[in-house]
């Protein structure tokens, strides 16, 4: 069972609101992630950070921010919420494995964002 | 550069077929595979994985095999049930370019009673 939490569930918000998406894990893990998911399912890699106060932008081009400031939690931040950016948000993080390398990813439940 | 690709879907199966999902990767080092289940609603969880080639990785009746030679892991079940409708999405791990994980485009299984 993956102790990693995303908070809120579900968001519906007005264009320009600024909104922070939570996530928390419980694992010691120093590899965190946020994905974006299309409806067309497919994942993208929006940020990653490999421990406190270290964060790098994916593959995919976002507007949102990101902040490592402890182990345990990656905050993700839209200062000003737009349509575009309505979508699944899923944050993840990964241990090393006994081979040294990245071992499996754990994932939240997601949040579901809706900019209207 | 790294990359997977999987079978496009949806797929659509009757209760107790038999289930194949192709995945073929491209990859500069020695990759670690996965394969992660997505069931409506909810993140994604790890069903599979294997670290090395001829690994054959296997849970809840689903097993891939890691074949270098053919650059492939595809997944397999001999029986599916209707519980088992969910998105599935392969992926690799490579150590070479930084441990990312880089994920197929994701394959939707629908299977009816």
């Known amino acids: 069972e993956a102790d990693i939490y995303q908070t809120p569930r579900y968001l519906v918000i007005g264009t320009g609101k600024k909104i922070t998406l939570e996530c928390s894990q419980t694992?010691?893990?120093?590899?965190m992630y946020w994905y974006q998911q299309d409806p067309g399912m497919e994942l993208h890699l929006i940020h990653y950070s490999y421990g406190v106060n270290s964060t790098e932008k994916g593959d995919l081009s976002s507007e949102s921010t990101v902040s490592r400031i402890r182990t345990e939690h990656f905050p993700l931040t839209l200062e000003s919420a737009r349509p575009s950016h309505t979508s699944q948000y899923l944050c993840?993080?990964?241990?090393?494995?006994?081979?040294?390398?990245?071992?499996?990813?754990?994932f939240g439940e997601g949040s579901r964002l809706t900019v209207l | 550069g790294n990359s997977v690709t999987q079978m496009e879907g949806p797929v659509t199966l009757s209760e107790e077929a038999f289930l194949t999902i192709n995945c073929t990767y491209t990859?500069?080092?020695?990759?670690?595979l996965f394969w992660y289940v997505q069931y409506p609603g909810e993140g994604l969880q790890l069903l599979l994985k294997?670290?090395?080639?001829?690994d054959k990785g296997s849970n809840k009746g689903f097993e891939a095999t890691y074949r270098k030679e053919t650059t492939s892991f595809h997944l397999e079940k001999g029986s599916v049930q209707v519980s088992d409708s969910a998105v599935y999405f392969c992926a690799l791990s490579d150590r070479d370019t930084g441990n990312q994980f880089y994920f197929g485009t994701g394959t939707s299984l629908t299977v009816i009673p």
């Open positions: 694992m010691g893990h120093d590899k």
């Open positions: 294997a670290t090395k080639a001829d």
């Open positions: 990859a500069t080092g020695y990759p670690s």
């Open positions: 993840a993080s990964s241990e090393l494995s006994e081979t040294g390398g990245v071992g499996e990813l754990f």
